[in-house]
Nanobody, 126 residues
């Protein structure tokens, strides 16, 4: 019943910054833990980062730690993926997802999410 919409993707040069957004159709994401995943052509889906619904703790994968950050607006209507110093290997379709995760481990497992957005393309040129 909940629909998620990602936005903010595009074509950027290596070293640039990009911010992806994810919003829910009902206008609120307060009841869900949120995750960001990415998938490049011919590769498996990869966890990027997420935020726990109750305590608000954020986590990022080791591959993007120090460059990407997860955040949520004060009204809890939108979650963001801030991408800094992007690299060509960051090129992928990026998806947001909503689910009941209560732990860091579950947050990183794509199969535990209930709702997924349609994805937004990020292409990094060198």
């Amino acid at each position: 019943q909940v629909q998620l919409v990602e936005s903010g993707g595009g074509l950027v040069q290596a070293g640039a910054s990009l911010r992806l957004s994810c919003a829910a159709s009902d206008g609120s994401l307060s009841s869900y833990s949120m995750g960001w995943f990415r998938q490049a052509p011919g590769k498996e889906r990869e966890f990027v980062g997420g935020i726990l619904k109750s305590v608000g703790n954020t986590y990022t994968a080791d591959s993007v730690k120090g460059r990407f950050t997860i955040s949520r607006d004060n009204a809890k209507t939108t979650v963001y993926l801030q991408m800094n110093n992007v690299k060509p290997e960051d090129t992928a379709v990026y998806y947001c997802a909503a689910g009941p995760a209560l732990s860091r481990t579950t947050l990183a497992q794509g199969g535990r999410y209930d709702y997924w957005g349609q994805g937004t393309q990020v292409t990094v040129s060198s």
